[in-house]
């Protein structure tokens, strides 16, 4: 067998494979052997089929069986040979017809491999690792939350006006260019008051408002409205309130602390600034991998293979379009691609680097490794150690388990080989 090595672009190449016809001949009288044996042709007996009335019925499938086997059986050998790394199924771009007096035989097959990387390089790196401080005023915001959770709704007494945070029940009729909307109107729906859940003129305009009250408000549709057909249109609704509540919130006293799962008042307050320390651990921490891989990728600007990008592409993609549905924003799709594109190039880079570095490295998950990550998780989930090392039993939940840890050791390596200076965070934690 002889390979050639053609470089298309740092993470291309075209690889010949070129067989001598003895292993050709051979591999194609063996076929014919095989399917001598168990072929059926009318007026013949089974296995006594003679060679040219095999070729004449099975001729065409037989040299395509061939071909495909010795492409299936070398091909894996040269790429072993030429020590090359593929990152995904390699394409066969040509093959040379088999006929019956066969030379020297050869296909080629373009493969996408994984680039060169020399030292990765982090000269002059400096990263801020943002540091929260858990305020008296952080831990209040978390139980004034709760008390909104453990709240209770009742009718205003005696009866007054619309306010802030109050749930109100209401009819409106939509108007659009003088034409009444009956696929907008609503019924009985229920909203909250002065909290920019709804379009900011109906929201002013329920504020005062009585029940039983109706008025007309002019309002305005935004542009990222999710129906297009709405967006910056003009229309008058017609608003009538039907239903005040007001919320009741609970004291913050023991018994609270009891509603919402704690023993005491104190041990609910010092539970809620333990999580919520730990949160800004892991955000700061979070937040430095980002900035370290992002400065990684730009210092390394190596090529990356097309199809790892492509692939990429549509996870980044159906994240984007999540997040703005759960959002309910608006979104243009070939925006979303360009924006995907730009990102997923940047992640297979980072893949590709930390990978690298890893290798060069030679870091790796042992079981005490694995062992540390059940303990934790086990502590995260308030399960026993023993039912989460259970619940990895499974191959593929123990590998992306290993992969995670992995991935952990690398970049904690990555972040050690740069210069991290810590500063206080000025934004707020919850933003």
């Known amino acids: 067998m002889q390979t050639t090595v053609s470089r298309l672009s740092p993470v291309e190449v075209e690889l ?98 994984r680039p060169e990387v020399g030292e990765v390089n982090l000269e002059g790196v400096e990263l801020k690792r943002k540091v929260w401080t858990v305020a008296d005023g952080d831990v209040d915001k ?66 005062g408002m009585s029940v039983g009250e109706s008025k007309d408000v002019e309002v305005t549709f935004p542009d990222t409205h999710p129906r297009e057909d709405l967006r910056e249109k003009k229309a008058v609704l017609t608003l009538k309130l039907n239903e005040l509540r007001e919320t009741v919130l609970p004291a913050i006293d023991d018994e609270l602390a009891k509603d919402a799962g704690y023993e005491s008042l104190a041990d609910m307050k010092a539970k809620i600034r333990a999580k919520i320390e730990a949160e800004a651990k892991e955000r700061s921490e979070h937040d430095l991998r980002e900035a370290a891989i992002n400065a990684l990728v730009e210092k390394n600007p190596i090529a990356v293979p097309p199809s790892l990008v492509k692939n990429a592409v549509g996870i980044v993609a159906r994240e984007m379009v999540q997040y703005a549905r759960v959002r309910n924003e608006a979104f243009d799709a070939e925006a979303i691609v360009k924006d995907a594109t730009e990102q997923a190039e940047s992640r297979v880079r980072a893949g590709l680097l930390l990978a690298e570095m890893a290798r060069k490295n030679t870091l790796q998950v042992t079981d005490a490794d694995l062992e540390a990550r059940f303990e934790e998780l086990a502590k995260e989930t308030g399960k026993a ?47």
């Not at 030429?82 to 030379?103: A, C, F, N, R, Y």
């Not at 150690?385 to 191959?395: F, I, S």
């Open 142 to 207: 978390r139980i004034e939350t709760l008390r909104e959770m453990h709240s209770s709704l009742r009718t205003p007494e005696p009866a007054r006006p619309a306010g802030e945070g109050d749930q109100a029940t209401i009819d409106y009729d939509v108007t659009i260019e003088g034409a009444a909307r009956d696929d907008l109107k609503q019924r009985n729906r229920t909203v909250v008051v002065g909290k920019g859940r709804l379009l900011e003129e109906l929201d002013k305009a329920l504020a």
């Open 16 to 113: 010949e494979v070129k067989l001598p016809k003895e292993q050709v001949n051979s591999a194609i009288s063996k076929a014919y052997n095989d399917l001598g044996k168990v072929a059926e042709v009318k007026g013949f007996r089974k296995g006594k089929v003679p060679l040219h009335i095999l070729k004449q019925y099975y001729g065409a499938r037989v040299i395509n069986d061939v071909a495909a086997k010795l492409v299936d059986e070398s091909l894996p050998k040269a790429i072993d040979a030429e020590k090359l790394d593929p990152v995904v199924q390699p394409t066969l771009t040509k093959i040379d017809q088999i006929g019956d007096k066969v030379e020297d035989w050869s296909f080629t097959a373009k493969l996408e491999i």
């Open 385 to 431: 150690v023993a039912r989460v090392r259970a619940e990895h039993r499974d191959n593929d939940k123990r590998v992306a388990l290993a992969n995670a840890v992995l991935e952990d050791k690398v970049l904690s390596l990555l972040i050690s080989k740069v210069k991290v200076e810590e500063i206080a965070a000025t934004e707020p934690l919850d933003g």
